[in-house]
């Protein structure tokens, strides 16, 4: 009895506390796309580039996170079990705003990709898609705030 009741209270833990990490590695991510947008519409040289490339690495660790906690959450048993996430209108709506965000991403993910390694080799960059890179960057914003209110939707049952 008193075990079951420890087990139980593990499990609760364990699922605020991933909620709560889902959430915060959120707001991370949307401050780091925003800091991304900042420093790219800035960029006339590459001495400009390591603003880019730190709000870079922000955004690729919530990235991770959001899909780590995301599929821990969705489908580990730790809430309130896939089919609930399955059946749900409002999370179909949330994944497909992910991969939008996704698609908005990859022209981004390679460019800078590229960047860092002509930069480390030497070679010479061409910066001239950084205001194509700030303007997909800056699109990805309302879609993160609109998978939260997704998300906000989901959980309360709507």
Do not use: C
């Amino acid at each position: 009895m008193i075990r079951d009741q420890v087990l139980l209270s593990l499990f609760m833990s364990l699922s605020y506390l991933l909620a709560t990490l889902h959430l915060l590695i959120l707001a991370i991510g949307i401050a780091a796309v925003y800091a991304r947008w900042r420093a790219l519409r800035d960029v006339r040289t590459v001495a400009h580039l390591p603003a880019v490339f730190l709000a870079d690495n922000w955004y690729g660790v919530a990235a991770m996170g959001w899909v780590i906690t995301g599929l821990w959450r969705a489908f580990g048993g730790l809430e309130k079990g896939s089919e609930f996430y399955l059946e749900s209108h409002w999370f179909i709506g949330k994944m497909g705003l992910f991969a939008l965000v996704f698609l908005l991403e990859l022209l981004p993910m390679i460019t800078l990709v590229r960047w860092r390694i002509d930069r480390r080799k030497g070679r010479p960059l061409a910066l001239n898609r950084a205001p194509l890179l700030a303007r997909l960057t800056l699109a990805q914003i309302p879609l993160l705030v609109l998978m939260v209110g997704m998300a906000t939707a989901m959980a309360r049952g709507l």
